[in-house]
């Protein structure tokens, strides 16, 4: 069966300590790796699209990295506006995600 | 920047009711999702939607649901006979060109609550 799976469940930071969050994978076939940004209450908001291993993406704090079996998302010298869930999606066959869980990400001033 | 739209933001509803959930996709693109979220599980894939048919559905997207693009700007899911496990968040999403997945915008969402 296809999983997405992403560790931790949940981060706490203070304001300035970097750290990674990890997505690991097992569908066959991938198209693509994403990662969004996902607010309460709020839509996922995209942030990075990845699609072969060794392929880095960059956006402010936030680094994205892929393996042939999982991506980490970097983030360096956070701030609390960086507080949020982060979601990994992977695209295989068709047009349609599979989701991770997510990361809850707090980062404290 | 451009964005899609999704009405309402919160909708209550008795169980076996049917509801519609509303959304206008950004104006250029071809193809059209619905997914949803239960409160605090997985995002999850209903259905995509492209050229005034269903492109690919998930399992959960059986008989009680159906979307419709019912005029050149908007994109309903319409749910019949809600059920308690219907509860949770309805998120609209269009993409331009979705071979390899650039360009997926999401909706705010709909709050689906049945009670």
């Known amino acids: 069966e296809d999983q997405v799976t992403q560790s931790p469940e949940a981060l706490r930071l203070q304001e300035g300590e970097s750290s990674s969050l990890n997505c690991s994978y097992t569908v066959s076939g991938l198209r693509g790796l994403f990662w969004y940004r996902q607010d309460p209450g709020k839509g996922p908001e995209f942030l990075f699209t990845l699609y072969s291993a060794g392929e880095e993406k960059e956006k402010e704090r936030l680094k994205a990295t892929l393996t042939k079996k999982e991506s980490f998302l970097h983030i360096t010298a956070p701030k609390p506006e960086d507080s949020a869930t982060y979601l990994c999606?992977?695209?295989?066959?068709?047009?349609?995600?599979?989701f991770g869980p997510g990361t809850r990400l707090s980062v404290l001033p | 920047e451009p964005e899609v739209t999704q009405t309402p933001s919160h909708q209550v509803t008795q169980m076996g009711q049917e509801v519609i959930l509303r959304c206008v996709p950004i104006s250029n693109h071809l193809y059209f999702y619905w997914y949803r979220q239960i409160l605090g599980q997985k995002v999850e894939f209903l259905v995509s939607?492209?050229?005034?048919?269903?492109?690919?559905k998930s399992e959960i997207f059986d008989d009680q649901f159906s979307v419709e693009r019912p005029d050149g700007s908007n994109f309903t899911l319409k749910i019949r006979s809600t059920k308690l496990e219907d509860s949770a968040m309805y998120f609209c999403?269009?993409?331009?060109?979705?071979?390899?997945?650039?360009?997926?915008?999401f909706g705010s969402g709909t709050r689906l609550t049945v009670v």
């Open positions: 999606a992977v695209q295989y066959y068709g047009q349609n995600f599979v």
């Open positions: 939607f492209y050229n005034n048919e269903i492109s690919e």
């Open positions: 999403a269009s993409s331009e060109a979705p071979s390899r997945g650039e360009g997926y915008t």
